[in-house]
């Protein structure tokens, strides 16, 4: 369809000028509002007012401007029905064949802290989704425009010619896509003022890639992500230097990398994972030494692993790394040399931490059901040591508090029920997703490949009996720290001080299903 008149009427301006100016240079005449009308006089763009064009005055404040039957029936008139064109000559309606529009910044608004509600409401948009959805609707005629990442799209499709049928349609149905996520957002906040979670929920991804497969070669998949510039590292936004392409379950378990790393944000750490649970884990001068030493935790398990990073990969930590088979490798960066030497493993795949490791913003946590979504707030962060209740007749020096707390920190990524044996720098043994929480003890124990004399256990939940200090008393585990909260506390308080091992409670539960 030719265009020869363009509505343009946009929050975000980026490429703007260029764009309006490249149309008038092509003979497309220009309709605009607001800020956008005067940014193109002011750089001497061709352009009238669409207060002008309807002979209607802008009114309230900006509110009403578009909301006019000769916009919206410019943008929605069916140009093959006589019934509509005889109306549109009647009516003095011009056709509009190009809406260009993006909206105010609502999700923006309702980011900053302590936006007023007055604000937020401010800042839903009316006229423009209303535009947009009219010109999506009428994609035979129309062109509809609401990503500027498109403008240059659109010009070379003009320059061959004309927008193709195919491009108005694709375009609709992003433009649809837009204003649902719009909507979404909108009733979300609105209706979890009161409580925090609105009565009906809505989530919106898009699609990042296809996937081989699922987490099995009969189950079809593909990799959304969330909307938004997130300012913390996601999968969504690594980058892949080297490799092969990513599995779903390559992109389950590099999530579980970057969460227990975020919990190490600014000190050398490395963790090893498998099938999401910590198989190895390290604090160190380097990253070279926090890779060997989390190695050490469990071989066996590490084979084929996943392996995380909060520092920087040197060419001694990727020589090492190159004599172990590894999946992935994720760190903030790589030396010139590092790279080099992963070079040789082609299918090894490297990728990299685009944004910082800082705590991400709570949000929620998603898990899909039979016949629903359980949504609940995100567990973030630890119960700080400084916080914890001794409640044992053995107390915690500095260095215990230190080494319980490293331990803590790394159970909470272990899948319930999970118990971890740690030195105050080093994962040593890990019991996970065990039905009794004395088994996860005792697996653990065994999994350890090296004295378990003085270290320190985390446990994930409390701990309903005795018989899983008692099962640490065996290999002279020196402190415990758990939640607490069991109606049998005291009996197992009782049995710490019988083994003469220190115990604090968090007042916390980090279970992980």
């Known amino acids: 369809m030719p265009i020869k008149r363009a509505l343009i009427s946009v929050f975000n301006k980026t490429g703007i000028v260029d764009f309006a100016r490249t149309l008038t240079e092509k003979g497309v005449d220009l309709l605009s509002t607001g800020g956008t009308y005067r940014l193109l006089q002011q750089e001497s763009v061709p352009v009238t007012e669409v207060a002008d064009w309807t002979g209607t005055p802008e009114i309230m404040d900006g509110r009403v401007k578009t909301l006019h039957p000769k916009i919206h029936g410019g943008i929605l008139a069916i140009r093959d029905n006589d019934r509509h064109v005889q109306q549109m000559e009647a009516n003095e309606i011009g056709a509009i064949d190009l809406v260009v529009v993006n909206l105010y910044p609502f999700e923006a608004t309702i980011s900053k802290e302590g936006v007023s509600l007055a604000e937020a409401v401010e800042n839903i948009d009316i006229g423009g989704p209303t535009m947009l959805r009219s010109a999506a609707k009428n994609n035979a005629f129309v062109t509809a425009v609401v990503d500027p990442s498109d403008y240059s799209r659109v010009l070379k499709e003009m320059e061959a010619g004309d927008v193709s049928a195919d491009t108005r349609m694709e375009l609709a149905g992003k433009v649809f896509a837009h204003t649902a996520r719009y909507d979404s957002l909108i009733a979300n906040y609105l209706g979890s003022l009161e409580r925090g979670f609105p009565p009906q929920i809505n989530f919106n991804f898009m699609e990042k890639q296809p996937l081989r497969y699922g987490e099995n070669p009969h189950q079809r998949a593909f990799f959304y992500e969330d909307f938004g510039q997130q300012e913390w590292a996601t999968v969504s936004n690594l980058k892949q230097l080297q490799g092969k392409e990513l599995s779903c379950n390559n992109i389950i378990d590099l999530s579980s990398a970057l969460e227990i790393s ?11 994972l498998k099938h999401t649970n910590p198989c190895g884990a390290a604090l160190g001068e380097n990253a070279l030494e926090t890779f060997e030493s989390a190695w050490t935790t469990d071989p066996t398990s590490a084979f084929g692993s996943i392996i995380g990073f909060t520092t920087e990969v040197d060419g001694p930590t990727a020589k ?16 010139d040399e590092a790279l080099e030497l992963f070079a ?15 705590p991400a913003t709570p949000g929620f946590d ?17 119960t700080p040591a400084a916080e914890w209740k001794v409640v044992t007749e053995a107390g915690l020096s500095d260095e215990d508090r230190q080494g319980l707390e490293f331990a803590w920190k790394i159970c909470k990524h272990i899948k319930s029920n ?12 890990v019991g996970a997703g065990q039905m009794s929480r004395v088994d996860s003890a005792r ?40 939640p607490g909260g069991s109606v049998r506390d005291q009996e197992v308080i009782d049995a710490c001080n019988e ?15």
């Open 262 to 272: 975020r919990e190490f944000d600014g000190q050398p750490f490395c963790c090893i």
């Open 320 to 335: 090492a790394i190159t004599r172990c088979f590894v999946e992935i490798v994720t760190a903030p960066s790589f030396t």
């Open 344 to 358: 040789g493993k082609k299918n090894l795949r490297i990728m990299q931490q685009t944004k910082p490791l800082t």
């Open 366 to 382: 998603l898990k899909k059901v039979s016949g629903g979504l359980l949504v609940q707030d995100a567990d973030m962060g630890t």
């Open 418 to 429: 999970a118990i971890c044996y740690a030195s105050s720098e080093r994962l040593l043994g």
């Open 443 to 482: 697996i653990g124990a065994e999994k350890a490949q090296s004295s378990l004399k003085g270290c320190y256990l985390a446990s994930d939940a409390f701990f309903p009996f005795r018989d899983g200090v008692d099962a640490a008393a065996r290999v002279r585990v020196k402190a415990i720290v758990q």
């Open 499 to 513: 083994h003469g091992i220190a115990m604090a409670f968090t007042g916390r539960r980090h279970f992980r299903h």
